[in-house]
């Protein structure tokens, strides 16, 4: 066996046996990853709190050739993730976030860019005021960031640089197709308004500095909304629980 040193995030854990937990989290250096903490649950655990959803920790691991699961010999912990799981908003928003990352990274893919936006991610939820919106800054973030950016130039399905009428987001195509195209989808299209529209291209071309002091509240935000849900759900392969729901397994 060898030892392996990373820093990562905590996406997700679940019981394993008696008292074992597999713990999944996206690393630095390492991408997304699978590891067993043997004795986790138990009350006197070493590991204590820190391999809880959303926590910044060190981990110490062991890989034996020919196995992805990692055995996890030791934690440190970098930042807990108590203020988040303490409010059920920003706990809803941060498990969106880890959900997002965990169904669309692969296995031992490493991006460090994507590991800062996931951290700078959920350090932004514990100031924001309106935890919903910073996830879904988040999600439209990270799309680019994993060469799923949509497109808002010109139809994804024909390539037309002039579109006639309403803009029509479809996320089968992943962005704005022509009205000819639109009557083609297999999944409905997201009818956008020309403030929907202008909001999307600032989220997309914006740095993540800036990308924080946009705004949008009615008709534009439900429609942002609906877009980058049904493309979300396009681009993971499967409908994701919705932003409004706890579905992070947390240790019991």
């Avoid at 390492?30 to 204590?48: D, L, N, Y």
């Avoid at 429609?223 to 992070?248: C, H, Q, W």
Wanted: glycine share 8%; net charge positive.
């Amino acid at each position: 066996m060898a030892l392996v040193k990373t820093t990562a995030i905590i996406l997700k854990s679940r019981k394993w046996g008696d008292a074992d937990r597999i713990v999944t989290c996206y690393s630095k250096n390492m991408g997304k990853i699978r590891g067993v903490a043997r004795g986790a649950r138990r009350q006197k655990s070493r590991f204590g709190a820190a391999l809880e959803p959303f926590s910044l920790c060190r981990l110490n691991l062991f890989v034996k050739n020919g196995d992805s699961l990692f055995r996890i010999s030791h934690v440190d912990l970098v930042r807990s993730s108590q203020g988040l799981r303490e409010d059920l908003r920003l706990m809803d928003s941060a498990a969106r976030m880890v959900n997002v990352v965990s169904a669309i990274t692969p296995d031992g893919d490493p991006d460090p860019p994507l590991f800062d936006t996931l951290e700078q991610g959920l350090v932004s939820l514990q100031e924001s005021d309106d935890p919903p919106f910073t996830a879904l800054l988040f999600q439209i973030r990270l799309l680019g960031l994993t060469g799923f950016r949509p497109q808002t130039e010109h139809c994804a399905s024909c390539g037309k640089t002039y579109l006639l009428g309403d803009p029509q987001f479809s996320p089968i195509a992943g962005g704005l197709v022509c009205q000819m195209c639109a009557a083609h989808q297999r999944v409905r299209c997201v009818a956008l308004s020309r403030g929907g529209l202008s909001f999307l291209q600032q989220a997309i071309r914006l740095t993540p500095t800036i990308l924080t002091r946009l705004r949008a509240t009615g008709q534009v935000r439900r429609e942002v909304e609906d877009a980058i849900e049904g493309y979300m759900t396009v681009v993971a392969g499967k409908r994701l629980p919705p932003v409004n729901f706890l579905s992070v397994a947390l240790p019991g």
